[in-house]
C-alpha cells in the first residue's frame, strides 16, 4: 500500500463524493439504498471536510512534528 498525502486523500474523497452523489440521482436506487447513500455522502463530505481543516490550520503542527 502506497503512502497517500492529504491532498492525493482529497483528491479521492472528491471522486467518491461525486460518485455517490451520481448514484443518488440515478432512479434505478431504491429508497431504502438512498438513505444509506446519503449518509455515507454525509460522511465523506464530512472527511473531506476535516482534512481541508487540517491543511489550512494544522500546518504548525506538522511541521514541528513530522520530520520531512
Known amino acids: 500500500m502506497e503512502n ?11 471522486i467518491w463524493i461525486e460518485n455517490c452523489q451520481f448514484d443518488l440521482t440515478s432512479d434505478w436506487i431504491e429508497e431504502s439504498d438512498k438513505r444509506e447513500m446519503q ?5 465523506l463530505l464530512i472527511a473531506k471536510a476535516n482534512l481541508e481543516a487540517i491543511i489550512n490550520t ?11
Not at 494544522?58 to 520531512?68: A, E, L, P
Request: glycine share 8%.
Open 4 to 14: 497517500l498525502t492529504l491532498t492525493q486523500t482529497i483528491k479521492e474523497l472528491q
Open 39 to 43: 449518509q455515507q455522502l454525509q460522511n
Open 58 to 68: 494544522g500546518g504548525q503542527i506538522f511541521s514541528s512534528s513530522i520530520s520531512k
